[in-house]
C-alpha cells in the first residue's frame, strides 16, 4: 500500500516519539506545580469539616453537597470518557485513535480545567488559593467536552500532540467563555448547549477549516466503517443517550430545577429518535436505516435542551425540541456536511456541525425564548427567582432582559468557538506536530502499534 | 445468495421507506399534541416546589423523591437501552437490528407509557391532567420492558414497522394489566415477575406463535453467532445482571424494603450463575460451556425474584430462587424451546420463554407462596403493613389472602400476555408492514445500509 | 493444529464434565445450608426498621446507610463484573474465557465472601448469625477482586475448575489478612492498595510462579490480541478507571471522607495517563503507543491511592503519586514483566505484577508515610480523630505509630499473598482440575463452544 504512493513524494514525519512524551511529561509537571501553589480541598472535603458542621449547626451528613452531586458526577464522567470515546470508534481502523486519544485529552484536560475553571470562580483573593470539590469536578469534566467535541471534527486528520495543543487551548478558551457567559453576562446554562455544544462545536469546525486538507480524498478507503465498530460506536451512543439526563442536570440546583431538567432532557432524547429514524429512513433507498445518523442524530435533542431543561418549558416543549432536533441533525448528515466539504472546504470527520454546532446554537435559542416568556404565574414567585438567580445585583433584571442575555451568550459562545479555533488552526499548521500526510489519515498504525486486525 | 432462492418466487417487499417515517412522524406528533392536552410536571419537579415545601415545613431538598429514586432510575435506564440491546446483539448479522429496533421500540415506548401509566395512577379528575416525576419515568422504562423481551421472541423475523405495532399494544396491554394486578388486587410486584417478565415473555411467544414461518430453515445459516458478537451480547449479559438490584429495588417503599429488595436479588443472581454454569458444563460435550445458557440463564433469579425480593425471603430463600432458576432456565435452552419449536410450532429467537416467561411465571408463584408465609413475628406489626401496603381499604387483609391475589395476578399477566400476543400476531400478519421473507431473517441488510462486515 | 503437535505426546485431558458440574453444585448446595444457618438481613434492611427507627428517634429514611452507598456499591458491582471482565478479553481467542470466567469466580467468590467477612466482621457472639446490609454486599465484591487480580496472572492457563479453588482460598485468605490488617493491626485502607491489590497481585503471581510452564511458548500465535479485542478491553479499562473514585471511597467514612477519597483517586489517575502515554511512546519505534500499557498502566494511580486517598494527601500529592505510578507501571511492562518471565520463571498473562503488586505495595507505603506525617493542625482535632478512628483503644495512638503499623500491614498482605499463592499452586498441580496442556493455552475452544471466528 505504501508503495503506490510512492509518486507523492516524501512522507510527512509523523514520528512523535520526542514531542509526545516531552509534551506530557512538561504538562504533567507543571500541573503538579500549579496545583501545589493554587489547589486545597473546599471546605466539604476537608477533614475540617466535622467542625465546620459543628459550627455551623449541620446536622446531617447528607447536607454535604457530595451526596446530591455524585451520582450525576460519575454519569458524566461515563459519558465524558465512554460515550465520546466510543461514539468515535466507528471508523474502521481508527477506534483505537478514537477511545484512545479520546482519553488522553479528558485526563489532559481536566487537570487543566480544574485550574482555569477554579481561577473564575472560586479563586480566594486573600489567600490567593483555588478551592475545589465535587462541582469543580463535574465542571472540570463539562470543560473537556468543549475539546472532545471539537475532536470529532479532526478525528483521524492530527497526531496526538496537535490534540494536546487543541485540549491546552479549547480548556484555556472554555474557562474565558463560561466566565463571561454565566458570570458578566448572568446566563442559565446548565447543560451546556452554549457554553460546551456551541463553543466545542464551532472550535472544532474553526480548526478543521484552517486544516483543511485538498487531497483528504487519497484517505478514502479508510474513511468508512466495518460491521463491528459500528456495534462499537453504539454504545457511546447509548451511554450519551442515556445518562444527558444527569449531564444536563448535573449542575443545576438542588430540589425541582434538577428534577425537572432530568425530565425534560428525557422527553426530548426520546422524541429526537422517532424522527432522526424517520428522517433516516426516508432518505435512503428502499427506506433502509443509516447508522450514521442513528448514532449521532438521535443525540441531538440532549444538546438543544442544555440551557432550556432546566426552565419550565413543559413537557410537550420538550417532545417539540427532541422532534425538530431529529430532523435537523439528519438533514445535516444527509446535506449539509457534504455541502460545507464541497464548498466551504471544511472536513468534519463526525459532523459535530450537525451534532454539537447547530444544536447547541439552537439549544441556546431556545433557551433564551423560554427565559424571555417566563412568568411569575407559571413559575411562582420565589421560583422564578430560583431558576434564573435574579438575586444581588440582578434582583431587578426582567425575563425579557434575560432572554436578550441568553441569545447574547449563545453568539459569544460561537464567536469564541470560531475565532479560538481559526488561531488554534493557524498554530497547527506548523510542521513540527507530526501530523499525518493525506493518504496517511483515518490510520491507527501511524500513532499505534497494531498487531493484526482479523484472523489467527 | 439471492440468486439461488429464486425459484422460491418473489421476495416480499420489505420497502419500509414510506410506511416507517409515517409512522414514525404520526406517532410522534399524536405524542406532542397529547402531551400538551394532558402532561404536567408534578409537585416536586414543578417550579412552585419551594412554595410547597414551605407551606408542607419541608426543611431539607433530599426530602424530595427524586434524590432517592434517581440513581435506580440510570440504572434501569442503562438495563433497557444497553442492557436489552446488547444482549440481542449475539447474531453474527443482526446486531444493527438488535441494538438499533431496542433503541427504536424504548425510545417510542416510553412516550406512550407516561400517557397510558400516568392514565391509570396519577391522573387528576378534577384538571383532567397527568403530573409526571421521577417514579413515573421509572415506571415509563419498566413498561418498554415487556414490549422489548417480546423482541426477544420476534428477533430477526420482523420488521420496524411490526415492531412499533408491537409496542404501541404491548405497552396499552402493560398498562392495563398492571392496573388490574396493582390497583385492583393489590397485588405486590415491585421487580415485575408478572407484570413486566411474564406479560412481555408470554406477549412475545403469544406473537410469534401465530408468525410460525414454516420455512425459516432457509435463513439458518445466519442464525448462530460469531466470536465478537457474543463478546457484544456479553455487555448486555453483565450490565443487566450488575443492575438487577436496581431494577427490582427502584420503586419499592424508601428503607429496608428497598434496601432488602437489593440484597435478596443480588443474592438470587450469585447462585443462579452457579447453577447456570454446572448445566451448561454437563450438556455438553467435554464439559464445554455454551454462551448462550451464560447469556442469558444467568439473568433467571433476578427475574424470578421480581416479586419476592421486597419481602423477607431471608437470605438463603434468595440462594435457593437462584439456584433453580439458573437450572429451569438453561433446561429451557437445551430441551424446551426445541421442543417448543418443533412440536408447537413457536419460533423464540432469544430463548424469552425460558428467561422471562418461565422464570416469571416461577417469580410471581414464589411471591404468592412468600407472602402466604408471612407473619407479624417476621416482619413486625408495622414491618408487615408497610410491605404489603395493608393499608386503607386493605387493612383487614390476611396474608393468605394476599399470597392469594398475588397467584391470581400471576394468571392475569400470562393471559393478558398470550390473548393480547395472539390478537397482535394476527394483525401483523396482514402483508403491509414489509416484513422479511423466510430467506431473509435475520439479516440486517434488509434495514439497514451494512457497508464492510470484515476486512479493508 | 491438533495433528502437528501429536509427537508431543498424549494430550492433557481437559474434560470437565463433571468436575465443574459438581464443584458448582455442591459448592452452591454448602452456600445454601451455610447461609440457612448464619445469614440474616441486618437492621437496617429487615421489616423491623420501621420499628427500630421509631425506638431511636430516627427520623428520616435517609438516614439508612443504604442511600450513601448505593451508587457507590453499583459503581464498584461494574469495576468488578465489566471493568476486570472486559480488561481481561484482550486476547485474540480468550475473550469468553477472559469475561465469562471472570463472572463465575466472582459469582462463586462473593456468597463466600459474605460468610467469611461476616463471621469477622458482623459475627452475633450471642445469636452466632451473621448480619447483612449493603456495606457487606460492596465488601463482598472488594474481596472478590483479589481473586479476579489473581486470575489475571493465570489467564489462559488454568481450567475453570481451578479458578474455583483459586477463589475459594483466595476469598479465605483474604478475609484473614483483612482482619489482620484492619482490625488487629488497626489500619486505615479504604481502597485496599494493601489488602485487595498487594494481597491479589502476590497472590497470583504466587500461583503462577508454581504452575510455571516451561513450554509455554508452543502456544505462543494465541498470546497477542486483534485490533477489535483490543478495542473490548478498553471498555474494562475505562469502567475501571471512571469508576475508581466510587472503588476508594465506597467505604470511608461519610461525609468529607468519602468526599475527599473522590477527589485525590480521580486526581492521581488524570495524572497517570500523562505519565504512561509519554513512557508507552518513548519506548516504541517512531513513538506509537502499545494498547497494552493504555489498557492498563492508566489504572495504577488508582490503585496506588487505595490507602492515602482518604488521607488529607493534597491535591497535588495525589498528581505526584499518578506520575511516579504510570512510570513504574509502564516500565514494569516494557521491562519487569520480561524479566519475571525470563529470570524468574515467572509467567504473568496480564501483568497484574505491574498493575497491581507492585502499585498496591507502594500504595500501602504512601499510605503510611502520609498517616505519620499527619498532623492536628492539618486535619484539625476531631478531623485526625475521625480520619484514623483513634478511638477506643486506639485513642492514645500517635501517627507515627499508626505510619508503623500500616507499613507493617502491607507486608502482611505481601506475605499472604505470596505464601498462600505457592500453597494453591501446589495443591493446582495435581493432575485432577482438567487445565490445558502447553500448547493448549490462550484458547477458547478448550472450555467453550466457540462456532465461528469470522465470516458468513
Redesign the interface.
Known amino acids: 500500500m505504501g508503495n503506490c504512493c510512492a509518486y507523492l513524494g516524501p512522507q510527512k514525519n509523523?514520528?512523535?516519539?520526542?514531542?509526545?512524551?516531552a509534551v506530557?511529561?512538561v504538562?504533567?509537571?507543571a500541573?503538579?506545580?500549579l496545583?501545589?501553589v493554587f489547589?486545597?480541598?473546599d471546605e466539604?472535603?476537608?477533614?475540617?469539616?466535622?467542625?465546620t458542621?459543628r459550627h455551623e449547626n449541620i446536622s446531617?451528613?447528607?447536607?454535604?453537597d457530595?451526596?446530591?452531586r455524585?451520582?450525576?458526577f460519575?454519569?458524566v464522567?461515563?459519558m465524558i470518557?465512554?460515550g465520546f470515546?466510543?461514539l468515535m470508534?466507528f471508523l474502521?481502523?481508527y477506534?483505537?485513535g478514537g477511545?484512545?486519544f479520546n482519553?488522553?485529552i479528558a485526563?489532559?484536560g481536566?487537570?487543566w480545567a480544574l485550574l482555569m475553571q477554579g481561577w473564575f470562580h472560586s479563586l480566594d483573593h486573600t489567600t490567593g488559593k483555588i478551592s475545589?470539590?465535587?462541582e469543580s469536578?463535574i465542571n472540570a469534566d463539562f470543560c473537556c467536552a468543549g475539546s472532545l467535541i471539537a475532536y470529532g471534527a479532526l478525528l483521524g486528520k492530527v497526531s496526538?500532540v496537535q490534540l494536546l495543543v487543541v485540549t491546552l487551548f479549547g480548556v484555556t478558551l472554555f474557562a474565558v467563555e463560561e466566565y463571561i457567559i454565566l458570570d458578566l453576562l448572568h446566563c442559565r446554562d446548565s447543560g451546556g448547549s452554549m457554553v460546551i455544544h456551541a463553543f466545542g462545536g464551532y472550535y472544532g469546525l474553526g480548526i478543521s477549516w484552517i486544516l483543511y486538507r485538498p487531497n483528504l480524498h487519497q484517505s478514502k478507503?479508510l474513511i468508512?466503517?466495518?460491521?463491528?465498530?459500528?456495534?462499537?460506536a453504539?454504545?457511546g451512543t447509548?451511554?450519551l443517550?442515556?445518562?444527558w439526563?444527569?449531564f444536563n442536570s448535573a449542575i443545576t440546583d438542588?430540589?425541582?430545577?434538577?428534577?425537572?431538567t432530568?425530565?425534560n432532557t428525557?422527553?426530548a432524547?426520546?422524541?429526537c429518535?422517532?424522527?432522526t429514524?424517520?428522517?433516516s429512513?426516508?432518505s435512503?433507498?428502499?427506506?433502509?436505516?443509516?447508522?450514521v445518523h442513528?448514532q449521532n442524530a438521535?443525540l441531538a435533542g440532549g444538546v438543544a435542551m442544555g440551557t432550556a431543561a432546566e426552565f419550565?418549558i413543559?413537557?410537550?416543549g420538550a417532545?417539540?425540541v427532541g422532534?425538530c432536533c431529529g430532523i435537523i441533525s439528519t438533514f445535516g448528515y444527509l446535506f449539509i456536511t457534504p455541502f460545507l466539504e464541497k464548498y466551504l472546504k471544511l472536513q468534519d470527520t463526525c459532523g459535530v456541525h450537525n451534532l454539537h454546532a447547530m444544536p447547541g446554537m439552537l439549544g441556546g435559542f431556545v433557551g433564551a425564548i423560554v427565559a424571555a416568556a417566563a412568568s411569575e404565574s407559571?413559575?411562582?414567585?420565589?421560583?422564578?427567582i430560583?431558576?434564573f438567580d435574579f438575586e444581588g445585583k440582578y434582583a431587578n433584571r426582567g425575563v425579557g432582559t434575560q432572554g436578550g442575555f441568553q441569545a447574547a451568550g449563545t453568539c459569544v459562545a460561537i464567536a469564541f468557538g470560531l475565532v479560538g479555533g481559526a488561531i488554534v488552526g493557524f498554530i497547527l499548521k506548523f510542521p513540527i506536530w507530526?501530523d499525518p500526510a493525506d493518504d496517511n489519515c483515518y490510520d491507527d498504525e501511524?500513532?499505534?502499534?497494531?498487531?493484526?486486525?482479523?484472523?489467527?
Open positions: 509523523t514520528n512523535v516519539r520526542v514531542s509526545l512524551p506530557c511529561f504538562w504533567q509537571i500541573m503538579i506545580i496545583f501545589g489547589i486545597r480541598y466539604e472535603s476537608d477533614a475540617h469539616w466535622v467542625e458542621r446531617s451528613d447528607i447536607e454535604n457530595f451526596y446530591y455524585y451520582p450525576s460519575q454519569d464522567h461515563v470518557f465512554v470515546g466510543f470508534t474502521k481502523r477506534s483505537f477511545v484512545g482519553f488522553l485526563a489532559f481536566l487537570q475545589i470539590g465535587i469536578l496526538p478507503q468508512g466503517s466495518v460491521y463491528h465498530s459500528d456495534v462499537f453504539m454504545i447509548l451511554f443517550w442515556m445518562f439526563p444527569s438542588h430540589g425541582d430545577g434538577q428534577h425537572r432530568a425530565i428525557y422527553l432524547l426520546a422524541s429518535v422517532l424522527t429514524v424517520a428522517l429512513s426516508m435512503q433507498k428502499k427506506g433502509k436505516l443509516d447508522m442513528i438521535t419550565m413543559t413537557p410537550y417532545l417539540i422532534f407559571v413559575y411562582g414567585k420565589e421560583g422564578l430560583n431558576t507530526g501511524v500513532y499505534w502499534e497494531v498487531s493484526l486486525y482479523f484472523g489467527h
